[in-house]
């Protein structure tokens, strides 16, 4: 596996891409387009949140057919909470891209991100489309990248190269994120493109089990979206042998497909809103992989242990009371735990290394935190970031 | 019932308290006792937090006796996370002090706050019992409501009065919050004196009933503290007709005490840590008592919602996206949900009440979130505070 060089979406066979500004933001791109050659197969994840906007109902329902051609995405309103008229509003725009690329509407997808409960601009993005298709490329991915962009401080694209049979398979992504990124759902929007040839039960698995492994491993603030999709087009120009859903390529193109995504993911958590650190707490010997996900998420979304870490504040003690809140079996005497590789607390008694010592460790840019709750064979690791007054800052503002 | 202006611990009959500054803190009162003349009925509430304090877990074991005489308390650190040596000081402590008091060790209770993982600077506690013992007066309640304190603004204390078969019975309670108060267990430190003749039972009771309405409907950030405490003591000196735990007095009583609770809840909300506004969030009409709970807690934790208010920011469509994350149920199109008394969701679709309309209401210092679930017969109200960049700052630097 090569990661490539200033690779993007585009960087697959076949994908072309444009996007621009058609005014939901001021002088912003807010619009892009996502576009393969040939019909694609597909699958998505999405948000497991209850109110879900009307482009995730829309994109559950088309890829029933496990197949798509194109993405339409806006950034700056989430066409959420808008009801009948914002599902109208979404149909509408899918059958008029699908007309003007002359595809079936099922071959269309649509994502959006941004305020909730306002009606999207429909004329805006109408109007825009015919311009969207004509100045569809090659090399403007960067393009795309910055328009699904919200509270992000940078765009978050990756490729990377593998090969299967002897052929050359190229697997790309673009995503947003910044807030409102958690565990059991966890992501943003992320499109991943790939000209590999796979059958349709073999990209769904690849996918759940990487998103499951990266997306799902990530929390800014403990907040799941309405929004949050990933979603994968896989046009097989690569002409690969064909993947089915096990097998040496399968376990190949799935571990490429989780690196992928795990960057992407760690992007996000760099670049969450207001971060100044990227937090890891890794959970080991829990009693079940539900219990070490539970654990690891209580302490990860935290309030007290993110404003800790921001601080550089070695008051650890945070650490077991937040663990403790978790749902899940442990004995107090029989817990490790360690910050930044030093243990603070095992025993049942605190081990008290020098704030000398970890004050300097804390100042590092990324702080590990390690539970050892001596209990079971299992273990999870998530990816989380410092509360900063910043971040509370941006979520002050913006409307 | 009538609250008895300037009412305190020491209002109830055969009260006596001290506080003075054992060095925990420089220069701030920090260690705390209060006594009751004779033996009292003596009920407690306590953290669910799996990781328990010493203080918490000697007063467990005490309370199996229904009675207790005094309550020892210190700020600026909690005894917890400390092992063997932590539980073994807090029983020092407990058998230094009933033995001054010429009290078995189990009518002594204690409690601590502070620091999580220090040990505690036990000859400094040790050396002031004597003082602390000397120095019990009937006017001395001032000085226990500061000793208690970590990062509250100001000390928290009221008394009220009631009848009971013509006899005046005073409940009266000095409590201390500011960070880490969550529904489910919620509170922080809470010490109850009451003169009312009771039984057991009916204290258990009443206790457990005006906390669940009161302390347990409260949230600042999530957290649920090792070290949370309700206590009370009743030591009969009223005289009135022993209260069970049913019938026309129990009722009364446990009304007084509700309002006595939850008065000091909401002071506990309004000096929550860096909070400009309490936010009330109400449920209604939902399909379980459970569901209320888990509905206005994910409404009442979440980051954006509580950021939003903090902004006074009309962006309403956070209220929906943290409901959407309850596990709970409900339709879309059935929900109604209301920000400061106007709707700005109902079938499905945005009210859009105008901006101009919400701003201004929002500039209110208590903010009202209703959602009608329109799923059932059961309710739940819980006060949680905004979310500040002070917040951040106070738990950034504490340690």
New interface residues.
């Given amino acids: 596996m090569k990661p490539l060089k200033q690779g993007n979406i585009t960087s697959p066979l076949g994908f072309k891409t444009n996007a621009l500004c058609c005014g939901i933001k001021r002088k912003k791109q807010d619009l892009a387009l996502i576009y393969s050659i040939t019909q694609a197969r597909a699958a998505g994840v999405f948000t497991t949140?209850?109110?879900?906007a009307a482009p995730v109902k829309i994109d559950i329902k088309s890829l029933k057919q496990n197949k798509a051609q194109a993405i339409i995405v806006n950034s700056g309103n989430?066409n959420?909470?808008?009801?009948?008229?914002?599902y109208a509003d979404a149909q509408k725009i899918v059958r008029v891209l699908a007309k003007d690329l002359d595809l079936k509407p099922n071959d269309v997808l649509i994502a959006s991100t941004g305020?909730?409960?306002?009606?999207l601009p429909l004329n805006k993005i109408l109007n825009n489309i015919p311009g969207l298709v004509k100045g569809l490329g090659f090399n403007k991915a960067d393009k795309t990248a910055l328009a699904i962009m919200t509270t992000d401080t940078y765009p978050k694209q990756l490729a990377v190269e593998i090969k299967l049979n002897g052929k050359k398979v190229t697997i790309a992504a673009v995503a947003k994120g910044a807030?409102?990124i958690?565990p059991n759902m966890a992501t943003m929007l992320c499109f991943i493109t790939t000209d590999v040839h796979i059958s349709s039960a073999g990209l769904k698995a690849a996918l759940a089990e990487a998103v499951d492994d990266s997306f799902n491993c990530i929390s800014v603030?403990?907040?799941?979206?309405?929004n949050d999709t990933v979603i994968i087009l896989a046009n097989g120009l690569a002409l690969n042998k064909q993947i089915k859903n096990k097998g040496k390529e399968y376990r190949v193109f799935t571990k490429a497909l989780k690196f992928l995504c795990l960057q992407l993911a760690k992007m996000i958590i760099e670049d969450a809103e207001g971060a100044t650190k990227m937090i890891q707490v890794s959970i080991t010997r829990a009693r079940s992989k539900k219990e070490a996900k539970q654990a690891a998420g209580a302490i990860a979304?935290?309030?007290?242990v993110k404003?800790?870490i921001?601080?550089e504040?070695?008051?650890?003690?945070?650490i077991?009371?937040?663990?403790?809140?978790?749902d899940?079996s442990?004995k107090?005497e029989k817990i490790k735990i360690s910050l930044q590789k030093k243990v603070?607390?095992q025993?049942?008694?605190?081990v008290?290394p020098d704030k000398d010592v970890l004050i300097p460790l804390l100042k590092k840019k990324q702080v590990n935190i390690d539970v050892d709750l001596n209990n079971g064979d299992y273990s999870h690791t998530v990816w989380t970031a410092d509360?900063?007054?910043e971040?509370?800052?941006i979520?002050?503002?913006?409307?």
Avoid: H
């Fill in positions: 949140n209850r109110i879900k989430a959420c909470c808008t009801g009948k008229t914002g305020v909730i409960g306002k009606y807030g409102m958690c603030d403990g907040q799941m979206s309405t979304n935290s309030a007290l404003t800790m921001a601080g504040n070695p008051n650890w003690g945070r077991p009371a937040s663990l403790g809140q978790a899940i442990f107090e603070v607390y025993n049942a008694k605190p008290l509360l900063t007054a971040y509370v800052r979520n002050t503002e913006y409307s």
